[in-house]
């Protein structure tokens, strides 16, 4: 991502909306489906860590962990969470400290690489999820959603469920939830993009995110259509469409007899 990025996410992201109703979504679907004692959870790309410090306030885990490619990242999520693990790794062959965790989450990183770059790394990450154990993603939908947004956190690819889906069994992963999310601000954001997706910067440099501060009413009704939707997906409804692909995957618990089996 462009340095200037780190900075604009790390003060946006406790306030924002967007992050609000991200980690209200998280905090829902850890709590229907997560394992009971739950201890151990990675976040693959923390970021600057606010995900990270609200699952660490909210649930009781042992150990917190969370790597991302950027020092500049880490440096801002330690001042977050401090009680976390938190390293320099890249997602495409990770550092783990951990030999098991219950949950492994990765918001809006594997697009970045790219999914077949990543691959092998979230093999390697989905083989140390217990049996039964979980894994979440974010990821940005639609490819003709491409804009100056992508350029500037430098996104190689956008979803469509069905890629998402696909990347799970492939991962031997059983998706329980695959949605999309933000179905309703949907036309906002594409009228929001539309200008940057016509016409692109010329270069990565060049580009800023579409992130800034909203006001505090926009902010407020924006947070509770998003947790609205949520609850819905929480309670089993799948959307349509959305600015974004939320995953919720289990390790099947068939993984450990097939690991005895050797
Ligand atoms: C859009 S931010 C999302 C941060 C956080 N997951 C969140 O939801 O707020 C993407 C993060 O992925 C990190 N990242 C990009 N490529 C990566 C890679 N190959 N391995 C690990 N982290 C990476 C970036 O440095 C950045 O912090």
């Not at 940057?196 to 995110?209: G, H, I, N, V, Y």
């Amino acid at each position: 991502m462009n340095p200037r990025e780190y900075l604009v996410m790390s003060e946006l992201e406790c306030y924002h909306w967007w992050y609000r109703g991200l980690r209200d979504m998280i905090s829902r679907i850890v709590d229907r489906y997560s394992l009971p004692n739950s201890e151990c959870l990675l976040d693959a790309g923390v970021g600057t860590g606010e995900n990270l410090a609200f699952l660490s306030k909210e649930k009781q885990f042992g150990y917190v962990g969370g790597f991302d490619a950027s020092q500049v990242a880490i440096d801002l999520a330690s001042k977050k969470v401090d009680s976390a693990d938190l390293y320099v790794s890249d997602i495409c062959n990770p550092e783990l400290h951990q030999d098991a965790y219950d949950i492994v989450t990765s918001c809006d990183v594997i697009n970045i690489p790219g999914l077949s770059q990543c691959f092998q790394g979230l093999q390697r990450m989905v083989s140390r999820i217990r049996p039964g154990g979980l894994f979440l993603a974010n990821l940005p939908a639609y490819s003709w959603l491409y804009s100056d947004h992508d350029l500037a956190v430098h996104t190689s690819q956008r979803f469509a469920a069905g890629q998402v889906r696909t990347m799970c069994h492939e991962l031997g992963l059983e998706p329980i939830v695959l949605t999309y999310r933000l179905c309703s601000l949907f036309p906002l954001f594409v009228l929001s993009r539309l200008p940057t997706m016509l016409f692109r910067s010329r270069s990565a440099a060049e580009a800023r995110s579409a992130l800034s501060r909203p006001s505090k009413y926009v902010n407020s009704l924006f947070s509770t259509i998003s947790r609205v939707e949520n609850r819905a997906i929480q309670m089993g409804w799948t959307l349509p469409w959305g600015s974004s692909v939320f995953v919720a995957a289990r390790r099947p618990l068939t993984a450990s007899l097939r690991e005895m089996r050797g």
